[in-house]
């Protein structure tokens, strides 16, 4: 087996994340996230038109409600209508909408998708968002100080806010709507991230007991190049599903599958040159600290 | 021993092939009939196709919401969806003051919106003194019919009315002394016909004109019927998916799982060789029992929680890779293969369980925080978590040392080497 040393490149590895991380915070703060109706309120429409059509046509049909209404096309041969309007639609609004639809183009209500979501929602639902994060982070915290000790945990930690940054930076630059399938891309990448760090951190544990005398750079190095096939091999694997469904799957797949298949990437990455390094920083200090 | 070894291990790759036949296509013998495992699952309205509307009622400081109100309000809109013909509408009420009503299928989600929402409070008001003469719930019965159309030219389609005998009184008493003038008959405060009163009517039956269509007519009756809602509903939100949209969102969205399947079995198959192989078998037992779970539960299967399962065959192999990359380890330290077997699945066990329970932790989390689809996600993710670590630590395992007591393959570059 090669040791490759990962730990002399630490701070080039930190330099990076930590350049592509400001970058994307100041790309979110001129950008801002695009909040979806499931956070702000409003209403979406997906309509399977099945044939060309123009903006103006569907702005002819939604301007009545909303002048700020976002059409976009969607759909491999662009047939596929994407409303979002900010204000939510009455029942009775729906319902005039849909009619539109019907007069202009002759598709069925069987063809048409629609959402509305009150801003109490809205409101619920960022609460809840942040709470789950917060509760999934403890959790998994608690977990690994009971299982190692705090300062893998912490680490470990370290390593998802470095995902969770990641996957908002993706949300910025692409303008996909951030609602409730967020959360699941997120707390997916959260569980997975996770599961990649526990794997080279279950490595460290274990040489630890066989080396007592390696240092902290030789024991990280041997550890991770140990377990570097299987945290490619899994990634692939997990990259090659998701991909796929990114390329074949509806439109609410897609914005789901594409955060995803750059959060796998992070967080594989992150197991291997964030946590790690930050492990030895904090182990080392500690130590110090306690030799006192 | 040898030629049982591999008797037993062609078996049991029979049998899973058997299963996977079934789930896939189901099974005719005479009258026992077992149907492909897709038809047994659930599938989500966003799948399906039909409508879910979340209602809240609004709290009124002299009328307060309580739970009477709230389950005469549930039945009340039960009886208004059970006229529309829906099958198996699902109206939960959910916290102190919510309801959901889920409609499958639904071709026509418009028409039950505006049924489900409306107060629908029925009155009848004296036009001089604005005073109200009867509501809804002094109808007992209404339905919708044909009528003469007032300018006696074919018919127009009507309500007709049948008051209670204390109503009758009532309207007689109106009636008498509105002659000549207007009784209004407004619904939620709209007037939906304001008829003059031609002479006195001591039956309490009647008629209310002012439907376009015997199907509006139809819906006006359901709602009279029915009775208002006890309390005022407003929509929070409000979910409409077309049977034709959600059917090609099912659709594809299995194309994708199939392919992306291959290309994970074939990459093991490439990548680890005879291990690979035995992953692969792993792998469609795998599928096989989440899906079965998932139909024995009863779970209702969503698009994210095909996105769900799709992403959790992607990781099932994690398992899978972390116990062959120890085998090879411990290989390249030159142990025999039983013993390189023993113990990379001794030594890859710990990873596995502390790696996945934290991924379970994330995925109880989102059950408990996440709502409709979302919740369907956490749960595929969290049986496909607990179904790999089976899959691997124990059929993996077995099928693999079935395989190596073979003596049939001792060539280390069937193990990747």
Do not use: C
Not at chain 1, 240 to 255: E, Q, R
Not at chain 2, 118 to 126: G, N, S, V
Not at chain 2, 403 to 414: A, D, E, P
């Amino acid at each position: 087996m090669k040791i490759f040393d990962f730990m002399k490149y630490k701070k080039l590895l930190f330099g990076i994340s930590g350049v592509i991380i400001a970058l994307g915070l100041v790309l979110m703060a001129v950008n801002g996230l695009n909040l979806g109706i499931d956070f702000t309120g409003g209403s979406s429409i997906q309509a399977n038109i099945g044939k060309s059509f123009e903006i103006s046509d569907i702005r002819a049909i939604t301007d009545k409600f909303d002048k700020e209404a976002i059409v976009t096309y969607a759909g491999q041969n662009r047939d596929i209508a994407l409303i979002k309007t900010k204000v939510a639609l009455s029942v009775s609004q729906q319902g005039e909408v849909i009619q539109g639809f019907q007069d202009k183009f002759g598709i069925q209500q069987t063809n048409i998708q629609f959402e509305t979501i009150g801003p109490t929602i809205g409101a619920e639902l960022t609460k809840q968002a942040l709470l789950a994060l917060l509760l999934a982070n403890l959790g998994v915290l608690i977990y690994i100080s009971f299982r190692f000790e705090w300062k893998f945990g912490v680490a470990a930690i370290a390593a998802l806010a470095h995902d969770i940054l990641i996957m908002l930076v993706v949300y910025s630059i692409t303008q996909i709507a951030i609602n409730a399938s967020f959360i699941a891309a997120i707390l997916t990448i959260v569980g997975y991230s996770i599961n990649d760090t526990i794997v080279v951190f279950d490595r460290i544990r274990e040489n630890k007991r066989h080396l007592k005398k390696v240092e902290h750079k030789g024991l990280v190095n041997k550890s991770i190049s140990e377990t570097m096939a299987r945290s490619i091999n899994t990634s692939l694997t997990t990259l090659v599903t998701i991909f796929a469904l990114y390329i074949l799957g509806v439109p609410a797949i897609k914005d789901f599958a594409l955060p995803l298949l750059v959060g796998i990437l992070s967080g594989t990455y992150s197991s291997i040159f964030i946590a790690s390094p930050i492990w030895v920083l904090l182990d080392k200090k500690h130590k110090l600290n306690g030799a006192h | 021993m040898k030629s049982k070894s591999l008797i037993v291990f062609l078996a049991i790759v029979l049998l899973i092939s058997f299963f996977a036949y079934i789930a896939v296509y189901g099974l005719n013998i005479g009258k026992y009939e077992i149907v492909p495992v897709k038809n047994l699952i659930k599938l989500g309205l966003d799948l399906r196709g039909g409508a879910t509307v979340l209602l809240q009622a609004k709290d009124n400081p002299n009328d307060p919401v309580n739970d009477e109100k709230m389950a005469r309000a549930v039945a009340t809109i039960r009886e208004r969806i059970d006229a529309l013909g829906v099958a198996e509408p699902v109206i939960t009420r959910m916290g102190s003051d919510r309801i959901e009503v889920q409609l499958p299928e639904i071709q026509d989600p418009q028409r039950a919106l505006d049924l489900i929402g409306q107060t629908a409070q029925l009155e009848f008001i004296e036009e001089e003194t604005k005073q109200v003469i009867l509501t809804g719930n002094d109808i007992k019965k209404a339905s919708a019919e044909r009528a003469p159309s007032g300018n006696g030219v074919g018919e127009a389609p009507v309500v007709s009315f049948e008051l209670s005998p204390e109503g009758a009184k009532k309207f007689a008493a109106a009636t008498e002394r509105n002659i000549g003038k207007i009784i209004g008959i407004y619904l939620d405060e709209q007037p939906i016909s304001l008829p003059t009163v031609q002479n006195v009517i001591p039956d309490g039956k009647g008629i209310i004109t002012g439907s376009a269509t015997m199907e509006e007519a139809g819906d006006l009756a359901t709602l009279i019927r029915a009775g208002a809602l006890p309390v005022e509903m407003e929509t929070l939100s409000v979910t409409a998916v077309g049977p034709q949209l959600g059917a090609n969102s099912f659709e594809q969205s299995i194309t994708a799982g199939q392919i992306g399947i291959l290309l994970v079995l074939l990459f093991m198959l490439f990548y680890y060789r005879l291990p690979g192989l035995v992953s692969d078998i792993a792998l469609v037992l795998y599928t096989l029992i989440v899906l079965t779970i998932l139909a024995s539960i009863k779970a209702t299967l969503t698009l994210p929680g095909i996105a769900g399962i799709i992403l959790s065959i992607g990781m099932a192999v994690d398992a899978n890779v972390i116990i062959f990359e120890r085998i090879k380890e411990e290989l390249r330290f030159g142990k025999t293969l039983r013993a390189a077997i023993d113990s990379g699945f001794r030594r890859a066990f710990i990873t596995i369980i502390d790696s996945n329970i934290t991924t379970l932790i994330a995925a109880v989390v989102l059950f408990y925080f996440g709502t409709g689809p979302i919740k369907g996600f956490a749960v595929t993710l969290s049986i496909g978590i607990l179904s790999s670590m089976f899959t691997a630590i124990v059929i993996t395992r077995y099928l693999l040392k079935l395989l190596v007591s073979t003596n049939l393959f001792k060539n280390l570059k069937l193990f990747g080497l």
